[in-house]
Nanobody, 114 residues
Framework: QVQLVESGGGLVQPGGSLRLSCAAS????????MNWYRQTPGKERELVASIGTGGKAYYLSSVKGRFTISRDNAKKTVNLQMNSLQPEDTAVYYCKVYTGRDYWGQGTQVTVSS
């Protein structure tokens, strides 16, 4: 079965960096686009970044230039490098894949605070 396991969240000061990773299993990883979403209390999940099978990336406008999504098909992982973090980036970050239906990871908390 499809499994997505996020890691790398934590507490960081404004201006700091974090690297999130999502380990995937149960499907042909290289054949699907991978996505990072985030959610704060009372708000809907928003797409932060996605990466296609060929490596083409999409970014939410507010993170463009600060976040970088990458994938390693051999390791079946998708990463999100987050630099110049700001308090408004505080959220639970989720990995998602659509293989005919959506599959989500359990999420990892990112808190940006001084």
């Amino acid at each position: 079965q499809v499994q997505l396991v996020e890691s790398g969240g934590g507490l960081v000061q404004p201006g700091g960096s974090l690297r999130l990773s999502c380990a995937a299993s149960g499907f042909t990883f290289s054949a699907y686009a991978m996505n990072w979403y985030r959610q704060t209390p009372g708000k809907e999940r928003e797409l932060v970044a996605s990466i296609g099978t060929g490596g083409k990336a999409y970014y939410l406008s507010s993170v463009k230039g600060r976040f970088t999504i990458s994938r390693d098909n051999a390791k079946k992982t998708v990463n999100l490098q987050m630099n110049s973090l700001q308090p408004e980036d505080t959220a639970v970050y989720y990995c998602k894949v659509y293989t005919g239906r959506d599959y989500w990871g359990q999420g990892t908390q990112v808190t940006v605070s001084s």
